[in-house]
């Protein structure tokens, strides 16, 4: 690298390469194989442009690095372009430990599904065509034969997410007529996505019932009037009221509705198949304990705890879930042939539930024993210890708590391992964001000044990734 000195402007102005000779370097003839034309110049361009202004305003001498050297800008400019080309949805190393991390995507497909939908996207499908009687069908026998057969519901219809499930079913039962919840059920779920708010949007009028903490059949039967469509609950997914409460049980809400010949709608927001409680979780209701329960309908996400592809899944009664499938809207919230093939697979999994622990990622996530995270958490101190320059880090492996997330399952934690990271050199803050600027990103947290690394959601080949992404740090002499 080539110091400026004190030459003077003009000088330097002299000294500057043209875009030209940049193009000749062989690290662009390289870039250009990888990058499009188009970006790869107009990062030359930026690049000289941004020297030309440093040393048009006196600013050459403060940067210690300022060079002018035609091989130097080549390269600057070759990292720019990667940086232009790079996709703006990508892969990253989620250390939360949260499991269903709604801003990190939520779920992680099994390789069953994403096989699926390879061939399924790959070629002409049936998606709309009834291959037995030669003519046009439906979308939606996709996935609902599995569903009916796993949950036993009578019907199912699948929309775009459980928002949307939420939204068609209120708008078909209860347009223009109350529709009754319980205080304490009135939620805010990530994304400012608001119970109340999707129910006046879909027509319905709340009525709501009880106070935040305490809610009594007699609350819901006092509501009831001429105008009543259906009593509701909605499973507080993402937190929980403790102390002195009290919920109607879906059993008696679902008997006093049909007593009065109204229906009753649960949505269970994160809605399992299977029952998580032995693995330290709270028994969270499933979708076929809902039905058994007495709901005539019931909606659930497909990306939380079920472990598959964004999807809302309205279980139910034939006639009613025959009506949601007549409404206009279903057309505006359908679900393409992408979100079938993956539920579909997914759904499979769910036939056999020891198979479904070890195929689906959100449940062999929360399934992972201790004795295993202790086990991936030493790993990676080792492999982070072992980096040239660790010494300015101190590594240590702890146990910590993980989340579930994605709105499902509050007030309970996952006991779990961590790597915690503290350096002489680096905040906890730096630490994080020099992590998250890493080729692949790296997402930890920061707990009591130390940057934190949960095993819990590190996927194979992921502790390889951070172990790079510490080197690169160690190495770069300007951080
Ligand atoms: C998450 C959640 C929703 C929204 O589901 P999406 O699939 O994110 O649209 C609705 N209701 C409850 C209770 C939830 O937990």
């Not at 870039?31 to 000289?48: D, F, N, Q, W, Y």
Request: aromatic share 4%; charged share 25%.
């Amino acid at each position: 690298m080539e110091s400026t000195g004190r030459a003077g402007k003009q000088d330097l102005l002299r000294q500057l390469p043209s875009v030209d000779e940049i193009l000749k370097q062989p690290s662009i003839a390289e870039a250009l194989e990888r990058i499009p034309r188009k970006l790869v110049l107009e990062s030359i361009r930026e690049t000289v442009d941004a020297r030309r202004r440093r040393i048009l305003a006196d600013q050459a001498g403060e940067e210690e690095s300022f060079s002018l050297d035609v091989r130097w800008l080549a390269s600057e400019a070759v990292r720019l372009a990667e940086k232009k080309n790079e996709f703006t949805l990508r892969p990253v190393v989620n250390a939360t430990g949260i499991v269903v991390h709604t801003n990190l995507g939520r779920s992680l497909l099994a390789s069953e599904a994403l096989d699926r939908l390879q061939e399924v996207c790959r070629a002409y499908n049936n998606l709309e065509y009834d291959l037995a009687a030669g003519r046009r069908g439906s979308r939606y026998v996709h996935a609902e034969a599995v569903l009916r057969e796993i949950t036993g519901a009578e019907a199912a219809l699948v929309v775009n997410n459980n928002a949307a499930a939420v939204f068609l079913v209120l708008n078909t039962l209860a347009q223009g007529r109350e529709v009754i919840v319980s205080r304490g059920q009135l939620v805010e779920i990530g994304g400012s996505f608001r119970i109340p708010d999707v129910m006046a949007a879909s027509g319905a009028v709340l009525r709501e019932v009880g106070c935040t903490n305490r809610t009594h059949l007699r609350d819901y039967e006092q509501a009831i009037t001429e105008q009543t469509a259906l009593l509701m609950k909605v499973h507080c997914s993402n937190y929980r009221v403790i102390g002195f409460t009290a919920e109607v049980p879906l059993e008696d809400m679902a008997r006093l509705a049909h007593s009065r010949g109204l229906l009753a709608v649960e949505d269970l927001g994160s809605g399992s198949l299977v029952d998580v409680s032995p693995f330290g979780l709270p028994e969270e209701p499933t979708a076929q304990q809902a039905l058994k329960a007495g709901a005539d309908v019931v909606t659930f996400s497909g990306d939380k705890l079920l472990g598959g592809p964004q999807a809302g899944i309205i279980l139910g009664r034939r006639d009613v879930i025959d009506r949601c499938k007549k409404n206009p809207l279903t057309r505006a919230l359908r679900v393409d042939k992408m979100t079938l093939a993956a539920l579909e697979a997914t759904l499979r999994l769910y036939r056999d539930e020891r198979r479904a622990f070890a195929a689906v990622p959100t449940l062999q996530m929360i399934a992972t024993p201790l004795e295993t995270l202790r086990e991936r958490a030493e790993e990676l101190a080792r492999l982070i210890r072992t980096c040239p320059g660790a010494q300015r880090l101190s590594v240590q492996v702890e146990r910590n708590v993980s989340q579930v997330g994605g709105g499902s399952l509050p007030e309970r934690d996952l006991p779990t391992y961590v790597v915690s990271v503290r350096s002489d050199r680096w905040s906890a803050a730096r630490l994080e964001q020099a992590l998250r600027h890493h080729t692949v990103p790296v997402i930890g947290r920061i707990e009591s000044d130390r940057y934190l690394l949960d095993v819990r959601t590190l996927q194979p080949g992921d502790t390889r990734i951070i172990a790079e992404a510490f080197q690169a740090l160690l190495a770069d002499t300007k951080s």
